[in-house]
């Protein structure tokens, strides 16, 4: 076999190699439902992280389809939306945005922290930014939303927290979810332990009872 005969068979295997690593990458997510967790507090891997990873594991013990990602916003620095609707590059666009386009998520838990009975400005910044995923087409369209709020008192603003969260998605026409009995609007939470949210018994009850009714409708939704 001279030099160029064997460099074209050399090119074809590794292209058979390539293709087929593709397809076993394919096969591996076909059929998978992804569900991401996002933690709106300035404070990385805190109470709203864990409270949204709790969400998340009760999440994947549906079904073996699910798949969870936790993205922390915590130490993460990116403006909110702006008149022109165009930004330099930050960590949004860098370390955020990909995660939620690749692929998109078959479902999503929002968690956000209570300042001054409202959500954080990380999260408010978060939900401006992600209107970029409204144009050309709304690919969160059908796409189920739980929120969830991490207060300093049991009635220290989450509902009101959670409502936000929830009409910010409906301008992308989300598919609202609450969780099951005591957490119907969504999961609220309260910080009272110096930082362990474990605590919360009934809090992180509802974060359980959040995941699984999200996990529950990504199932039936899955396009």
Known sequence: ??????????AAVGGVVAFASQAQ????????????GISCSPRKGKTTATAVQVALDAASKISNQIQVELIDLGELYFSGWNSTGKFQQDHFTDLVLPKLKDPYPDGMIIGS????????SVCMSFLERIAVLRKPELKLANVPVGALTVGAYRN?????????IQAALLCHEAMIVGGKPGAHQGATLVNAYNDDITKDEFGIKTAVQLGQRVAEAALATKR
């Open 113 to 120: 922290p209570i300042y001054f009975r409202n959500i954080s």
């Open 1 to 10: 076999m001279d030099r160029r005969s064997f460099i074209a068979k050399s």
């Open 25 to 36: 990458a394919k096969d591996e997510t076909e059929g998978k439902v992804r569900i991401v």
């Open 156 to 164: 220290g603003g989450q509902e009101m927290g959670i409502q936000q």
